[in-house]
């Protein structure tokens, strides 16, 4: 899967995943706190940003790389099979 993906996607998940991460540390500590006012922002602005990085992965994930149009052009030729007379 991963020689399939584009290079930005691959980029987009690991920064998404990173923001998960981070979000969930930042909920975790907001709650061992006592729900701190900046803290409690922050894990809100990171919810923010996490909701962008994920819409970034799915639009990047639109676009198909030289790869997956290929393998449609061969899956394509292969289910059509022999054509005959």
Do not use: C, D, E
């Amino acid at each position: 899967m991963r020689t399939v993906l584009p290079p930005l996607t691959r980029l987009a998940t690991t920064v998404a995943f990173g923001m998960v991460n981070l979000q969930a540390l930042l909920g975790i500590s907001t709650l061992l706190y006592l729900v701190p006012i900046p803290l409690a922002a922050s894990h809100q602005a990171g919810s923010v940003v996490l909701l962008s990085a994920m819409v970034h992965v799915l639009i990047t994930l639109r676009r198909p790389s030289t790869a997956a149009r290929y393998w449609r052009q061969f899956t394509m030729r292969s289910t059509q099979g022999p054509k005959v007379g």
